[in-house]
């Protein structure tokens, strides 16, 4: 069964930056399109970014679109959230999940993933 684990969260400034890294064991993480979701108090998970399995599309959110980037390295099995000019609506629990489907673009639905990492916290605070 495919794992995922979230990492590099914690406490920034506004306008600050951090990268998130989600990394997979098991299998080979190029198999899986891989979407970044986030959790805020008293909200419902949504999608913040995606990116498909080979690498070739990406989506985001408009809230983050021009401030987060996200990327993969294969061979570190490895996929990537750059946060930059964070602000404080940003803070919310991250998870990174993987769609074992054969869709040709990434989801932004929660529906569409079937593994999930246990999350990491961001906080944006001054």
């Known amino acids: 069964q495919l794992q995922l684990v979230e990492s590099g969260g914690g406490l920034v400034q506004p306008g600050g930056s951090l990268r998130l890294s989600c990394a997979a064991s098991?299998?080979?993480?190029?198999?899986?399109?891989i979407g970044w979701f986030r959790q805020a108090p008293g909200k419902e998970r949504e999608g913040v970014s995606c990116?498909?399995?080979?690498?070739?599309?990406?989506n985001f959110a408009d809230s983050v679109k021009g401030r987060f980037t996200i990327s993969r390295d294969n061979a570190s099995n490895t996929v990537y959230l750059q946060m930059n000019s964070l602000k404080p609506e940003d803070t919310a629990i991250y998870f990174c999940?993987?769609?074992?489907?054969?869709?040709?673009?990434?989801?932004?639905?929660?529906?569409?993933?079937?593994?999930w990492g246990q999350g990491t916290q961001v906080t944006v605070s001054s």
């Open positions: 098991k299998f080979a993480l190029d198999y899986y399109a």
């Open positions: 990116i498909s399995r080979r690498g070739g599309s990406t």
């Open positions: 999940a993987a769609d074992a489907s054969r869709r040709l673009y990434c989801s932004g639905d929660v529906s569409a993933y079937d593994y």
